[in-house]
């Protein structure tokens, strides 16, 4: 799933809302919602599989972080569709 | 939000009419939602804004919210985040020297407005800024 259906979730928003402020492990992650821990977890695997958050070991546990290059993408997404939309547009307005 | 402009030479009329009836030619082919890279797109004072492929098939890609002829446009946007997470463009046509100019104000609202200006509204709703909060917190 890329990002932006990643980013279509309201769950999976508050879940990046949640991590932006402060990394945490998926229990700790699913004392914050009302949806249960497999469901929390199932969310985490797709924001990571679309680059949103990363896993990262701390002891025996994973603490999840956001992933900044993955928004980055997400907004680089939008500029290049406009950047060749635009250009091809220039082209059309000249002929 | 993103912001992108483009001089165009020619009158606003024709640029207006470029963009909403001719949209097929300059929609990026990488970024079609039919089969069909060559599909027609177009953007109509019905308020209708889709795509059709040469086998018929049509595909909405969003809403047409304003449509005043040379002069604006404001479309709710699906492509990308789909109908229940539409985002918002707005396109503005203004005659300068040499053409017109047109801008478009892409609000890349999933994620931008939900996730980020509701939780910290200290923040604009610029990605740039929204990016560097981010990435200064590690």
């Known amino acids: 799933m890329n990002a932006f259906d990643a980013l279509g979730n309201p769950t999976r928003r508050e879940i990046l809302a949640e991590l932006r402020r402060v990394p945490m492990p998926v229990g700790e992650l699913a004392l914050r919602f009302s949806v249960s821990r497999p469901a929390i977890s199932r969310h985490l695997r797709v924001l990571q599989d679309a680059g949103l958050v990363k896993p990262e070991e701390r002891g025996t546990q994973n603490v999840y972080a956001v992933r900044v290059q993955g928004f980055r993408a997400v907004r680089e997404y939008v500029d290049s569709f406009w950047d060749v939309a635009l250009s091809r547009l220039e082209e059309l307005a000249r002929r | ?138």
């Open chain 2, 1 to 138: 939000m993103i912001r992108k402009t483009v001089l165009l030479q020619c009158s606003p009329e024709r640029a207006f009419s470029l963009f909403t009836e001719q949209a097929g030619q300059w929609w990026p082919a990488d970024r079609r939602h039919t089969e069909d890279t060559a599909s027609t797109i177009r953007i109509e004072a019905s308020g209708r804004f889709f795509e059709r492929a040469s086998d018929g098939t049509e595909v909405e890609l969003g809403v047409v919210r304003r449509f005043e002829p040379a002069r604006r446009l404001v479309l709710d946007w699906y492509p990308g985040t789909g109908l229940a997470n539409a985002t918002k463009v707005e396109v503005s046509f203004e005659a300068v020297d040499g053409g017109t100019r047109v801008t478009v104000d892409h609000d890349a609202g999933a994620a931008s407005h939900e996730m980020f200006t509701r939780n910290a509204p200290a923040y604009d709703r610029s990605w740039d800024a929204v990016l560097a909060a981010l990435a200064r917190q590690g």
